[in-house]
């Protein structure tokens, strides 16, 4: 069983558009939520992350946004460019042991 | 520059045959980590380490063994290669500090078991 489900699977936006992904989680106990970007060819990277001690973070044009009530996290993406075209992950993990527990991603295409 | 890098990038083995994939780590981070990515399931943890001599299971470990003999170097070593192992591999190490613990991966190992 999936502990960390994303949707959508994949998604196509407009240049300049807004891109939402969603993620939930069942495990309670998780306390860190990272959002990692991966181009083809590369490994993943961060991209942005919060504690959910907060509700949201921001860092230019990426924003997360965290519910802990709901078990539910979202990223969303501001003037979506060309080059944000990526596969994004969100993950989870309990404490700092390192042991990210990864969704399924969703496969990002902005178009010109 | 710090940076994790991964050997080999590509590799074709045969089954039954024994693979090992190589890691090393300049950003001096306690713990590493060995994930496989697969179409319809992401990315999912093999085996980790929090320090040189140490090794964990991680959701997936079998069929595979890890090294950690030294703070820069992390391996995976699958003994007898089936099919099912291909994959692409990814190293990670990570500082695990208090605020979160973000993972630098490296760019990839693309197995092909036939």
């Known amino acids: 069983q999936q502990q960390v489900r994303q949707s959508p699977q994949s998604l196509t936006v407009w240049e300049g558009g807004t891109t939402v992904l969603t993620c939930s989680y069942e495990?309670?106990?998780?306390?860190?939520f990272p959002w990692y970007q991966q181009f083809p060819g590369e490994g993943p990277a961060l991209l942005i992350s919060?504690?959910?001690?907060?509700d949201k973070k921001e860092d230019g044009r990426f924003t997360t946004f965290f519910n802990k009530r709901e078990k539910k996290l979202s990223l969303h993406i501001i003037d979506s460019q060309p080059g944000d075209s990526a596969t994004y992950f969100c993950?989870?993990?309990?404490?700092?042991?390192?042991?990210?527990?990864f969704g399924l991603g969703t496969t990002l295409q902005v178009q010109p | 520059e710090a940076a994790v890098t991964q050997s080999p990038r590509n590799k074709v083995a045969v089954t039954g045959g024994k693979v090992t994939l190589s890691c090393n780590q300049t950003?001096?981070?306690?713990?590493m980590y060995w994930y496989r990515q697969d179409t319809g399931h992401g990315l999912r943890l093999i085996h980790y380490?929090?320090?040189?001599?140490?090794?964990e299971k991680g959701d997936i470990p079998d069929g595979y063994k890890a090294s950690r003999p030294s703070q820069e170097n992390f391996s995976l070593i699958l003994e007898l290669a089936t099919p099912s192992q291909t994959s692409v591999y990814f190293c990670?190490?990570?500082?695990?500090?208090?605020?979160?613990?973000?993972?630098?991966f490296g760019e990839g190992s693309r197995l092909i078991v036939v």
């Open positions: 990670a190490s990570g500082d695990g500090d208090l605020s979160g613990n973000t993972l630098y």
């Open positions: 495990d309670s106990t998780f306390n860190y």
């Open positions: 919060i504690l959910s001690v907060s």
């Open positions: 993950a989870a993990s309990t404490g700092n042991t390192g042991k990210l527990i």
């Open positions: 950003n001096n981070h306690n713990n």
């Open positions: 380490s929090y320090g040189a001599g140490s090794t």
